[in-house]
């Protein structure tokens, strides 16, 4: 294999993944911390792939998300979220410990992969989910830094949650925690 075969392989992974990330309605800025590209060459790829796509896809603009308490926002997005965090915990998209520089440390064509494969299983699961593509971005960040968010049990079941790192309540799952439940 010649050294230069490499190098292509590596810049058509970088650009397979701009153009999945495109498809999922992310940000430039988060194309250009996963996969390394530069604004400029994001924007020819949506121009040339995909603004004559069937159906449109929105560029969207300004932040991206990064607020925690979007994810207990309602109890259906409490319930998504933690399919979603389960989702990305088996498929290593957070790791297994906490990492404190995980801004920097996560992003990465591997890593964003298997990311695109968490969303994409998580919307086969839940077809009407609320949670977009940038906000998974963020969920991933934010459980691999552990300093908002964090995995945790549910006291009674076990069943898997997501919390805030100093929660003001008992970690109960909505299952658990219903008022059905207790009467039976």
Request: aromatic share 8%.
């Amino acid at each position: 294999m010649r050294i230069c075969d490499d190098r292509y392989r590596r810049e058509r992974a970088r650009m397979e993944l701009a153009l999945r990330f495109l498809r999922h309605e992310a940000r430039t800025r988060t194309i250009r911390t996963w996969t390394g590209l530069s604004d400029d060459r994001i924007r020819k790829l949506y121009r040339s792939y995909m603004s004559h796509a069937r159906r449109y896809l929105p560029r969207h603009r300004g932040k991206s998300p990064h607020q925690v308490a979007y994810f207990t926002r309602s109890l259906r997005l409490q319930q998504e979220t933690a399919v979603l965090a389960s989702v990305l915990s088996l498929l290593g998209v957070v790791p297994a410990a906490v990492c404190a520089e995980a801004s920097g440390a996560l992003p990465g064509l591997t890593r964003g992969e298997l990311l695109c494969q968490a969303f994409e299983a998580y919307r086969l699961l839940l077809p009407a989910a609320q949670i977009s593509f940038e906000h998974t971005v963020f969920l991933a960040t934010a459980l691999a830094r552990g300093d908002q968010l964090r995995f945790g049990r549910c006291s009674d079941c076990g069943g898997l949650l997501v919390t805030e790192r100093f929660p003001l309540r008992a970690r109960r799952c909505h299952h658990c925690a219903s008022p059905m439940q207790s009467r039976c």
